[in-house]
């Protein structure tokens, strides 16, 4: 068990108001924020446990990260080198909507090289029938300010862009504005139905077939094009075709392999999103604090080993039922919980978008592209074997 993402979320407030976050309106509007002792203390815990890697990754999420000054992150630099006595690399990322970005945040990403993730989702009608403000206007040039201002200091950037059903029938202009815009890369997140967003725009069969249509319709375009765009899924797919490894595992359902900690010191493992929600009959997943616990004492947690349980459960029922398991692991826990009730489960409409449809398109484009004959997983790994389903 190594730790190799930390999600902080130094405040749960953000400036805009998202018709489609996983966390609460109410949540989303307390002015609450991490104190410098409790960051403080997160570092101590963090760095003196023995789940922590050679490398780690810090993303600064949830809420709208910016919101908070820059001499907050400053000092939470500093504190983070002070207790960082083993020397571990480390990088830190945020990931923001961008509308809050001015030069003087743009000399602290280079001054500190901070990787900046940007939350877009395409053309103005796409990102503002969904990204809107609390008085119900669209952020669309707010946002293209904040990254005229990153590109204005050569600034690189990642986005990632919350796909819904009015985004599948645009796949043209998505693949336009974003290769005009040319990020890093572009992360395509569907539409979730998680946490406080209780029903997504994509959840039927049709909305399946027209998301992988969507998948398809840019791997045509960046096939045709002499600078195509750096697609994260389809990236992350190719690199599972090449890879040695039979079988992918998924940070998301590996014991301390993500960290999350709220403003508060409270810490989580798992799918990120764990942090902030809470089932009927388990109560929340916050397994300790740093202020009580160190993060060993998690793995006694009674109510950690009962979600850990579940979620082994839930990975068996995918590996012996499922024949997208290589590429997937298993899937989120989050979904499944949030989905099917139970993290002792399987498919979600969550994996169906995320991987399956994915994994559909790049595989019979490739078909397609190199007159190859139809793809099929092999018996060792998923226990028979099954063409992909579209």
């Not at 446990?49 to 809420?63: K, Q, R, Y």
């Not at 998690?298 to 979620?311: A, C, D, H, M, N």
């Amino acid at each position: 068990m190594h730790t190799q993402l930390v999600v902080i979320q130094p405040t749960a407030f953000c400036n805009i108001n998202c018709q489609y976050c996983y966390l609460s309106s109410h949540a989303r509007s307390l002015a609450r924020r991490i104190e410098p002792e409790t960051l403080e203390q997160v570092f101590k815990v963090l760095f003196a446990s023995p789940f922590i890697s050679d490398e780690i990754l810090f993303v600064w999420h949830a809420g709208e990260p910016l919101v908070l000054p820059i001499d907050f992150y400053e000092r939470a630099l500093q504190s983070q080198e002070r207790w960082n006595l083993k020397k571990v690399r480390v990088t830190n990322a945020i990931q923001t909507n961008a509308t809050l970005i001015t030069q003087k945040w743009c000399q602290f990403f280079q001054a500190r090289e901070i990787h900046v993730g940007v939350s877009l989702d395409g053309p103005q009608a796409l990102h503002d029938a969904y990204r809107t403000d609390r008085a119900g206007h669209g952020t669309f040039e707010r946002v293209m300010r904040g990254i005229q201002l990153l590109r204005a200091h050569a600034i690189p950037y990642t986005v990632i862009s919350v796909i819904t059903n009015a985004s599948v029938s645009h796949p043209k202009e998505f693949w336009d504005f974003f290769a005009e815009l040319a990020p890093q890369s572009i992360g395509l997140n569907p539409e979730e139905a998680e946490g406080a967003n209780l029903v997504s725009s994509l959840r039927t069969e049709e909305d399946v077939v027209a998301y992988k249509a969507f998948v398809q319709h840019l791997l045509a375009l960046n096939a045709s094009s002499s600078h195509p765009l750096v697609v994260r899924e389809i990236e992350e797919l190719i690199g599972l075709i090449d890879s040695s490894a039979p079988t992918l595992q998924t940070l998301m359902n590996m014991p301390m392999g993500i960290l999350s900690f709220d403003y508060a010191g409270n810490f989580s493992t798992f799918s990120p999103e764990l942090l902030t929600m809470a089932h009927p009959s388990q109560g929340d997943f916050l397994f300790g604090n740093v202020f009580a616990n160190s993060l060993e004492d998690l793995l006694v947690s009674p109510k950690f080993l009962r979600t850990y349980q579940e979620i082994q459960q839930g990975i068996n029922l995918c590996k012996t039922t499922c024949a997208y398991f290589p590429i997937c692991g298993g899937g989120s826990p989050s979904n499944k919980l949030q989905e099917n009730g139970s993290f002792a489960s399987s498919e979600t409409m969550a994996c169906r978008l995320q991987i399956q449809a994915p994994a559909d398109a790049l595989l019979e484009h490739l078909e397609a592209s190199y007159n190859l004959p139809p793809a099929s997983f092999p018996d060792e790994l998923t226990g028979y074997a099954s063409p992909p389903q579209g």
